[in-house]
């Protein structure tokens, strides 16, 4: 079974710092990650995708991506309360329709 | 930008009744997935459909059936409902050629 693994949280950051979310995964073959964020009791919303080697810049979102060590990161500059959520780490299972594995998701609390 | 929908939004049930939740993909998507999310758990995937053929199957109750219609909206079928099955419910959908997955506002379902 792949596995992909996130520290649960919560992840506190104050106002204008930079939060560090860490993600790791257990099936060398993966070629595709996702980040998605999630409120309290809303569905999850597609924030980043990240297919190759390196760094992936969206605005204040950055995406790491290190094959060899089999993890992946987000990285969100100037974090605003507005980014207190839940944030899951995904990766498709390489099967028949590639059903997305998730992570437990680790839990932002930006402090204002 | 056209969004998945789902419907309802809230239900509530009794034990041993019957739900159906419903799902309008993206435009053009041909990829179809059900996900379960219980309380502080991550999504968790039930089944999917490519071009209105169930394509994979996860941990889905037998109790559980879906399908496929010929506008490409499906429909989650749930009998004997217990309340363990109490959770949101979302929708996602994809498009050709990508892994990337969209999800709807969810179902929340309550069994009482």
């Known amino acids: 079974q792949k596995e992909v693994e996130q520290n649960s949280g919560p992840l506190s950051v104050p106002e204008g710092a930079i939060a560090s979310l860490n993600c790791t995964y257990s099936?060398?073959?993966?070629?595709?990650f996702f980040w998605y964020r999630q409120y309290s009791g809303k569905s999850p919303e597609l924030i980043m995708s990240?297919?190759?080697?390196g760094d992936k810049e969206d605005g204040r979102f950055t995406a790491q991506l290190n094959k060899a060590s089999q993890y992946v990161s987000l990285l969100i500059r100037d974090s605003q309360p507005s980014d207190s959520a839940t944030y899951l780490c995904?990766?498709?299972?390489?099967?028949?329709?590639?059903?997305?594995?998730f992570g437990t998701g680790t839990l932002l609390a930006v402090q204002p | 930008a056209a969004g998945v929908i789902q419907s309802p939004r809230h239900l509530i049930k009794e034990k041993r009744e019957t739900a159906t939740l419903k799902c309008y993909p993206i435009?053009?998507?041909?990829?179809v997935y059900w996900y379960q999310q219980g309380p502080g758990q991550d999504p968790q995937f039930l089944i999917s459909?490519?071009?209105?053929?169930?394509?994979d199957k996860g941990s889905i109750p037998d109790r559980f059936s879906a399908q496929q219609f010929s506008d490409y909206h499906s429909e989650l079928n749930m009998s004997s409902l217990e309340l363990g099955d109490s959770a949101l419910y979302f929708c996602?959908?994809?498009?050709?050629?990508?892994?990337?997955?969209?999800f709807g506002p969810g179902t929340r379902l309550t069994v009482t």
């Open positions: 996602a959908s994809s498009p050709r050629d990508s892994h990337e997955q969209y």
């Open positions: 099936d060398r073959g993966s070629q595709s």
């Open positions: 990240i297919y190759s080697n």
């Open positions: 995904a990766v498709p299972d390489g099967g028949a329709t590639n059903k997305l594995i």
């Open positions: 435009p053009r998507h041909d990829t």
């Open positions: 459909f490519y071009e209105k053929m169930q394509s």
